[in-house]
């Protein structure tokens, strides 16, 4: 089974720190993906990833980055996190761009606060 | 991507099957009916996709109307481990430039003892 691997359950950080959210796959699919949950607003894509050092922007790209520097690993990166980019953070990946004969693999997920 | 309409809720007994529908009236002839589930705390789990044939596997079933404007997932045999939000989803399944899967509200399946 694909196996996306998130490596934070549970991330507390204050105002303004740097942040870096890790995501691994190990079925060397193409497309990597970054979403946030929020209650009432449903999962929103923030960027993804449709080969290594490829990236563009979902639909809630401010105040995020992102690096794919080798096929399994894409990084969320909150520049100077801010106390509304408290959420669950979802990576999911994917073998064709639309989604492979099996859609979708998401991660467990990171939930992030920020103090 | 063809918008697709959910209850908010359901509840089923345990043991029993559950029948959950989905409308998406609006859908084209290219696009796939998806299904995924989220368990709380968890981060979504693709079920069962399909075009117009129904389908079935080791999760549960999927039927799709011959003029497929509406589809229902059936979970068999229900357990209290399938309490979930489950989501339909239509999209085409390759080609074009939307990479993204748009997930919806979903409906709330609560199995109970």
């Known amino acids: 089974d694909v196996k996306v691997t998130q490596s934070s359950r549970y991330l507390v950080k204050r105002t303004g720190e740097k942040v870096f959210l890790e995501c691994v796959q190990d079925?060397?699919?193409?497309?990597m993906f970054w979403y946030r949950q929020d209650p009432g607003l449903g999962l929103r894509l923030i960027y993804f990833?449709?080969?290594?050092?490829?990236?563009e922007k979902g639909d809630i790209p401010e105040g995020y980055s992102v690096s794919r520097e080798k096929k399994e690993r894409f990084s969320l990166i909150l520049e100077s996190a801010s106390t509304n980019q408290t959420s669950m953070y979802l990576c999911?990946?994917?073998?064709?761009?639309?989604?492979?004969?099996?859609?979708?693999?998401f991660g467990s997920g990171t939930r992030l606060t920020v103090v | 991507d063809a918008k697709t309409t959910q209850p908010t809720s359901m509840d089923c007994a345990e043991g029993r099957a559950a029948n959950l529908p989905c409308n998406h009236s609006?859908?084209?002839?290219?696009?796939?009916v998806y299904w995924y589930r989220q368990i709380h705390s968890q981060g979504p789990q693709y079920i069962i996709h399909g075009l117009k044939n129904n389908e079935t596997n080791e999760m549960a079933s999927l039927i799709i109307t011959e003029d497929r404007k509406s589809s229902t997932l059936i979970l068999p045999h229900a357990t209290l481990r399938d309490t979930a939000v489950y989501y339909c989803i239509v999209r085409v399944q390759r080609g074009g430039s939307n990479y993204k899967l748009t997930f919806g509200k979903g409906t709330l399946l609560t199995v109970n003892p």
């Open positions: 079925m060397d699919h193409e497309n």
């Open positions: 609006t859908i084209s002839g290219n696009e796939y």
């Open positions: 990833s449709y080969d290594v050092k490829m990236k």
């Open positions: 999911a990946s994917s073998l064709f761009p639309q989604g492979a004969i099996n859609g979708y693999t």
